[in-house]
């Protein structure tokens, strides 16, 4: 319960009202555990269609880097490791839940929270060129997160790249779409929904970040992709007993394009307050154009700011300067933009 | 949602009523991530309380095989297993979530789901009088489950003769209570929460199966036993960013004694359903006084059931009979036992 | 350096000469590593034709409990499980192996060491009809002994009932040969080693405890079925650098059946003591016709048998008695043998 | 058995005849298994003379890749990585052998296969200085190579900063002695077998690149450091059952000072081949005194080169250079010396 205004986090309050309405609506309904209910199944249907993909199987999980973990250690067989950004969330802050499950991040160079078709097509090469290949790990598998950890976007063009050089070296596409309401809503995007699905392999739906009390919703586009994976779950403690809590809140964000509001409210708060920035002169760490929003700060200001605000550190940037994150969401109000937009004005 | 009435389970329906209400209460307070709000300690302070344990470690998860996963693989070292019934909840139904942390369940026979303080001696024993136990799994811990999956009670006593053993041999003691609410509201049970937090070096306080959405507080009484759990939930996935979800239910369920109550309610109901089955005639198939009742059906009888009521299949007794089980819960309403007791009646 | 004529175990001394010699005539030959090397190669050669198997894939590794956990992980998927008898070396004496990467060993009750194909057909069905096994461990494998941890064989009959069963199941069939040589050389025994090929998914014809320094050699009848084996080998830490080791050992090994010899060899010095025990009325425990003798002495008895001979101490029989092995090995000479028979002939 | 002269490895031959001369003579001896027999026994007692270190524990394991994965899975807690260069043989050779017991690799830019303390300290420092580092994985140790992968060595002033740097920090350090008789022979190495006991929490004398046919000796100065590690070795495959394998070799490696002795041999013939690489006008890629010699050659020269000796590929320097490895060993003899000089003279 924070008395500042806060632009922390895009987790800082419960879940979207039509969320709790929803809950409190089917609280009594008597159903069968496990995500075999009939919330389940509903919210799966409108997750296929909202695909364009009518065989893919789903399910739903809690959290992001649970998420990620069981995914991964699904797809990748026990020699295989996962290629990812330096900046991935799975390379640094899942406090190694992927080397938990024995297998290696590869990391990349990010560029703003990117990695591209070529250095992915290098690594591998020159991985295969390698005499010793066969006392390395193998790459069995591209992560990449849209948008980024930096809020930046992959353009569709760049995934159909990664798409070709996966398809080339037998990697599986896999992207974390924790945040994947504020880049589908993000007006510079042009990926859709359906796009993912057909590029990827596997990718999931974050709720958590995007309006949910919880949940992440896995897709997988083609049928019998991941056998098992149900007892997968299950193994690494990811199956909930209640799994109508997840069917009925992705049922829910599924229902009257309600996922794809709650993005554009979110991106249209950020927008608000990246122009009063540039108006204000501030300056900008690189081009995020979803919900996050990377400023660099001399530290005097910074100070004087974190006294009215909330808002995340980012990174050192020189030994006056940091960068600083401001995050919208759907539950940002506009009160507290425009009280954020005064004080950046002041400051 | 299902038509008939049903006594499959004790997780089929949302959650108590007072927890959503306090779900929407707070739904727009902004509140840290990672169970570092302000009800997540509120909560703590109460479990504290309860337990007459003002040290205790308390972290919010959200399942019971994640909990279990997550607690014997902080707590054990590599070369150590855990002692169980062969019945218990990680022996058969985690699909082998112990074994994937790396650690074998060191099973012993059950008696309708408990193990004695005898059989854990006699296992350690012959374990160390074998020449060759340096070749073999350590036991390092004692699980055992109040109420057991069969709904039976350890007494006082018992655990206390366990907790006995257990420091006599380096054992950690260990109690699942994913079902806790049904054992503390029996009028057979003489454990009190307390007793539990004197005797255990950890334990948890179920909530899914007691009236939360999901959750389940683990409680470490002395500090400092399991140094570093943030981090290896995190590297579990077990770790919720919105962890408030889980404070804010058990700060409720820990606000007047409404988890004391909750068990109060399933008890009558369940004991209403064991008097009348008693008064008809019904097969016992063994006596367990908490919310979840055994009866040996001929499978005739079982089968005309199964047409007006769910219930769940627990074991095959012999050609003609078969073991059912029906459970309460908090939910379970008056008007739904009543139809019960009717349809006993006629069958 | 025991002074005591010993029958302790089959692994007492170093080599058969001939392996020395060959490691020296081909001490200063230089050779890549891994397991790349000519020798190895030859050795494969011959093992093939051995088990008239021309396609096997062979690798060779150092010792029991590293190949079972390497085999078994390399094999089941990350949700099953292996099924074993509860005797069986990967259930007791490995030390959680198989459970350190991942999987649970799914006892069954042993006679004298074997399991039947019945059992394993009603485990797997009860598993299949467990309206629950979505939650539990799947067996995904059959891993047997021969001859078994007992000292007993089972029949070529038995086997093929049991593979039977496996192919019904879709179950992996892998035999643990750790004294492959003591059943090939058997009167008894009606299963060669073609036999084993034809019949197993994967085996390993024993080295260390038959004549090697140290060495197993796993073979894979169809090529392809592990895929990776050599990268999964260096993961778990079982790639010699310097391959040729084993690679010689077992070139030689199956050079002029010097395998069979060996196994022959310590058949007849076993059979001399069964003979003398069954003369001089110690009671044999169980018939176990490899090289392995179970008696059951009169613990008074046994003590003074203890301070001239040593052996293993097997199990408790009862208060007054405890079972005891003898093991006889290809470097068990007729003057020990003897020497012991006249000792069991005063006692 | 390649024709060619080879420089291609340093374990290329079999072991030091003095070692399979001791294998003959102890052949028949009978011993107990699993290392606790009179020669492992020997050994260790040499070790620790040799160590300066009386109470050290010392353990015998068969490869490189299995020491690290069993040593480093041993020491770290669940939650914690090891720091390394990037260039070590746990960061890219041993096919994530450290993850697959679920721990990450936390990589520093090598130089030269060297880090150095002040970038130690940077990584801890900026890992505690980060706000979320309960969600990253907390460094635990310290890997180094003495020699390294490339043949340098750390001086003792660094390796007393490295240890000062440890002890502030919390940090295990950890000494990968591969070949650490090529360390200790090489006259510009100012680090003694005491001093590194004195330094190192655990390390590693190397045999199997050392002159003996596999075998690695564990160092654990202080006793009881590693409970257990009996157990976790055989967990991990890594306990041989004819233990004496690795004792005998070791006893003999620590009689009469050969292990130092083997060391001298190869320094002196490598020195001879830098000699003439030099007067020859060769580039040398980096200065490395030990067993090993990198340099740069024109692609030409290589393709060239490459039919008459045997050599390793390095890494490509650039479009029309590579840069490739000599190494010498215990085995390498002067004939074949002179052929590779006067073959450099003429290329």
């Known amino acids: 319960m924070i008395d500042k205004i ?9 879940a979207h009202p039509k969320i709790l309405d929803r809950l409190i609506q089917t609280n009594f ?13 509903s919210a799966r249907k409108k997750i296929r269609k909202a695909c364009d993909c009518p065989d893919a199987e789903i399910y739903f999980l809690t959290g992001g880097t649970q998420t990620n973990a069981v995914v991964i250690d699904a797809v990748l067989k026990s020699y295989q490791g996962v290629i990812a950004a330096d900046s991935g969330h799975i390379s640094i802050h899942e406090a190694g839940a992927i080397e938990f499950c024995g297998h290696k991040v590869l990391t990349l160079p990010n560029h703003y929270g990117k990695i591209s078709a070529e250095q992915i097509k290098n690594f591998v090469e020159t991985f295969n060129n390698d005499q010793n290949h066969d006392h390395m790990v193998a790459p069995g598998m591209v992560y990449i997160s849209q948008p980024t950890e930096y809020g930046t976007l992959y353009t569709l063009n760049e995934l159909k790249t990664i798409k070709k050089i996966c398809i ?10 924790a945040r994947l309401a504020y880049a589908l809503a993000c007006p510079l995007n042009d990926v859709s929904l359906k796009n993912i699905a057909e590029l990827c392999d596997v990718f999931y739906i974050g709720g958590t970040k995007c309006g949910a009390l919880i949940g992440e919703a896995v897709v997988i586009p083609k049928k019998n992709f991941i056998p098992h994976f149900f007892t997968i779950m299950k193994q690494h403690g990811a199956l909930l007993a209640k799994g109508r809590l997840l069917g009925i809140q992705f049922d829910e964000l599924f229902t009257d394009n309600l996922y794809f509001e709650i993005g554009k409210s979110a991106i249209k708060t950020a927008d608000k307050i990246r122009n009063a920035l540039e108006k204000f002169n501030y300056k900008i760490a690189f081009h995020s154009p979803t919900n996050q929003i990377f400023v660099i700060l001399n530290n005097e200001v910074m100070k004087n700011l974190a006294e009215k605000v909330e ?16 995050a919208t969401s759907w539950a940002t109000n506009s009160d507290d933009v425009d009280k954020l937009i005064d004080i950046l004005s002041q400051t």
Chains 1, 2, 3, 4 share one sequence.
């Open 168 to 177: 080339e070296n037998n990697l599986i596409l896999y992207i974390d779409g």
């Open 311 to 326: 808002f995340s550190f980012w990174e050192k940037f020189d030994e006056d300067h940091t960068v600083v994150r401001f």
């Open 6 to 14: 806060s632009f922390a986090s895009d987790y800082l309050e419960g």
């Open 29 to 41: 309904f008597k159903s069968v555990g496990y995500g075999l209910d009939e919330f389940s199944e």
